[in-house]
């Protein structure tokens, strides 16, 4: 029997039990060496405060509607996970035992696979990159993608709201793009001095300054052009709508689970200013903006920048945990959320 990683309750998981069946001939089979938990879209959900805990997504509708066939049944957490192919199919000719894989599945011992479907979309690891850093395929994904979003110009100024590690890679991710002044906000000083290490031009306390303000006498009045917001809170992007200039483009990427959006106020900034406000995701078959990247291409982008060192990443593993401590980890991050970045579950 293999173990995966099972929320059973509200900031309750357990390591659940499953069988593995013969494996097919299309079929690949891979053993876990590590994954990496993400902080805001998992911790929601290990809370029970996201949209899912009472409703459920009907992707016919693409609309959230009343679950009413909830069975409280146990659901599974995590799409960063980094193995080691064991097995093949007979018919399997791109992948061989030894190669290493990332896979955007939840955290388990054992992932089965079909190479050519789009489920998990299996990406190889360059020989050079190291599995922990692996962990971070996804991540940088997501951040590339809000990047793409914002469809940033050479010259630009940039805003980036929230520097967990999606902020602090779309730092980055901001200047290869073509970024000229990439400016960064988060309450806590380790954060905002990691971004300034990162290629942040300057740095701010949202809870001690008004951004916007600050940020519209840096410019000339006139506010930067993109602002970008990762922490998932209402007040942030109220403050990165506060802070672009008129037309501007404000890009949403946090995970919202917030009950009452009260702090976002758009009769103001969002309405006078005539600005644009993306969502960007990537989950829920939801396409690309842009045809040209596909999410394969994407990962196999974000893979290469990985490997290649073109983003700083050493500084961003935080805390490491056996995979059967998993819920210890979870509690060290909603309880130490100033110390952790990325945790990574070690199945080894």
Do not use: C
């Not at 029997?1 to 089979?29: A, D, I, K, N, S």
């Not at 809370?47 to 693409?62: E, I, K, T, Y």
């Not at 061989?96 to 955290?107: M, Q, S, T, V």
């Not at 793009?177 to 400016?183: E, L, N, R, T």
Request: glycine share 8%.
């Amino acid at each position: 029997m293999r173990r995966q990683l099972l929320v059973t309750g509200p900031r309750q998981t357990e390591l659940g039990l499953y069988e593995e069946e013969e494996l097919g001939e299309l079929e690949v089979r891979a053993a876990a060496l590590v994954s990496g938990i993400s902080h805001g879209t998992e911790l929601s959900l290990w809370r029970g405060s996201s949209p899912f805990a009472s409703q459920r997504f009907d992707p016919a509708l693409r609309l959230f509607v009343p679950d009413e066939t909830t069975t409280n049944e146990p659901f599974r957490l995590g799409y960063e996970w980094v193995g080691e192919v064991v097995e093949t199919g007979s018919k399997v000719a791109s992948f061989a035992p030894g190669d290493r894989i990332h896979l955007a599945l939840p955290h388990r011992e054992t992932h089965t696979f079909v190479p050519d479907s789009m489920l998990g979309v299996p990406v190889e690891l360059p020989t050079v990159l190291p599995v922990d850093r692996a962990t971070l395929i996804q991540t940088t994904t997501i951040a590339l993608q809000t990047i793409h979003d914002a469809a940033l110009k050479l010259g630009d100024g940039v805003a980036i709201f929230g520097l967990g590690t999606f902020g602090l890679l779309a730092v980055q991710l901001a200047r290869l793009s073509g970024a000229v002044f990439v400016a960064a906000a988060d309450p806590l000083e380790s954060r905002r001095r990691l971004a300034e290490s990162y290629g942040a031009d300057v740095t701010f306390d949202p809870t001690a300054e008004d951004v916007a303000l600050a940020l519209r006498r840096l410019t000339g009045n006139t506010g930067v052009d993109v602002a970008v917001e990762f922490s998932g809170r209402y007040a942030a992007l109220q403050d990165a709508l506060r802070s672009v200039r008129v037309a501007g483009t404000v890009v949403a990427a946090g995970f919202y689970a917030e009950q009452n959006p009260a702090a976002l106020l758009l009769g103001q900034e969002f309405h006078h200013n005539r600005l644009t406000l993306i969502a960007s995701m990537g989950g829920w078959s939801s396409p690309s903006r842009e045809p040209r990247w596909s999410r394969p291409r994407a990962r196999e982008l974000a893979a290469r920048l990985l490997a290649e060192e073109r983003l700083r990443t050493d500084e961003l593993f935080t805390q490491r945990f056996p995979f059967d401590q998993a819920q210890a980890a979870y509690e060290l991050i909603e309880a130490q959320p100033e110390t952790a970045l990325r945790v990574v579950l070690d199945y080894r």
